[in-house]
């Protein structure tokens, strides 16, 4: 009697391509609209409140893919420069803000917040980058999109402005990365719905 232990088991793998066609069409639709609000105000509204519920609700979807899993070889290459481009934007504004602060004119109330939410998306970034997941992958986008609404309307209210980041390079290179990190985050989160597939593990041993 010969025991074959050679034989691959892929159903592990396919059965881990779970695509999420509803959160996909959901984050198209958002990212649409995105493009929409720059324009329309009812539209950012819309992206405005619809964003941190997706990204909770991509993350809730995720939550239980705690297996093994390895990025997939289409994928990897986009998945590893939207998460560094995270973690670099998330250093960037951390930069602009700290340089915002380092002034003998520092708005605390706007800048140190934003320093703040900087922070958060690189710390989400980091494990994203090194150790990919498609739990790890969701979570930048929950934090950043649940964090930054508060911030936003705290700073138009303390500073009656938007944005409030000061002026200069420093506040220009702040509002590049704002943005850099909602974009990237919400990008992230979609390639964290596509990019991962379970390892092949091989079947149990038969006798041949």
Known sequence: MKVDRT??????VDGDRRS???????????????????????????VFVGSPLLAIATFAALGDRRQVEVLRPVWWIAYRLAVAGLALAGIAGVVATA??????????????????LFLLAFLAAWPALTKPSPRRASLPAMVIHIAWIPLLIANAVTNGRRGGLGSGWESTLAIISLTAILALSAIVAVLALVSFNGEPRLAPARAT
């Open 20 to 46: 999420h066609p509803v959160l996909l069409a959901l984050w198209a639709g958002l990212i649409v609209a995105s493009g929409l609000g720059l324009s329309n105000w009812l539209w950012f509204g819309l």
């Open 7 to 12: 034989n691959v088991d892929r159903t592990n």
């Open 99 to 116: 340089g915002q602060l380092a002034g003998h004119d520092a708005d605390w109330s706007a800048n140190a917040p934003f320093a703040l």
